[in-house]
């Protein structure tokens, strides 16, 4: 019962910082899918796009 606990405790730190890598990668995508034509036309502007 110990040795649970403790692979569960072990594991919990990961789980929270996959947890948050998750969430802030689906909140870029999903400001990429609202304002990537505006981002896109401002590196249009300034000659950057070529750049990638």
């Known amino acids: ?5 403790e692979r569960r405790l072990k594991f919990l ?3 929270a910082i996959g947890l948050a890598g998750v969430l802030i990668a689906c909140l870029i995508f999903i400001g990429w ?3 990537g ?3 896109f036309l401002s590196l ?8 990638f």
């Open 33 to 35: 899918m609202r304002y």
């Open 13 to 15: 730190p990961l789980a």
């Open 44 to 51: 249009v502007e300034t000659g950057l796009s070529y750049c």
């Open 37 to 39: 034509s505006a981002i």
């Open 1 to 5: 019962m110990m040795i649970t606990a």
